[in-house]
């Protein structure tokens, strides 16, 4: 089985900064997958984020947040990072971390496995 513990959510002001974290464990997870940060507000679907591939050569961007946000990871932690920089209030939402255990997807459907959530509010 493979565990993602989301972390580093929390409540900022417009214009502010914060840094999540996802920690991936378990004896099936394998660096080799790629990762990927979603959100979802509240009455909305999950929408993508952010994803990166297994080397971290490889990075795509949902275009409400590129320029802003930057995804990382460092395979020895097995840890995966979404810097979120200059936020807005529509940036509001539970964020989720997923591993996926093929390609580079950006839906939610082809990724396997899922965190539970930390909550971001950005304040107006």
């Known amino acids: 089985q493979v565990q993602l513990v989301e972390s580093g959510g929390g409540l900022v002001q417009a214009g502010g900064s914060l840094r999540l974290s996802c920690a991936a464990s378990?004896?099936?997870?394998?660096?080799?997958?790629?990762m990927g940060w979603f959100r979802q507000a509240p009455g909305k679907e999950r929408e993508f984020v952010a994803a990166?591939?297994?080397?971290?050569?490889?990075?795509y961007y949902a275009d409400s947040v590129k320029g802003r946000f930057t995804i990382s990871r460092d395979n020895a932690k097995n840890t995966v990072y979404l810097q979120m920089n200059r936020l807005r209030p529509e940036d509001t939402a539970v964020y989720y971390c997923?591993?996926?255990?093929?390609?580079?997807?950006?839906?939610?459907?082809?990724?396997?496995?899922w965190g539970q959530g930390t909550q971001v509010t950005v304040s107006s």
């Open positions: 378990g004896r099936t997870f394998r660096n080799s997958y790629a």
């Open positions: 997923a591993a996926a255990r093929v390609g580079l997807p950006r839906f939610s459907y082809e990724y396997d496995y």
């Open positions: 990166i591939s297994w080397t971290g050569g490889s990075t």
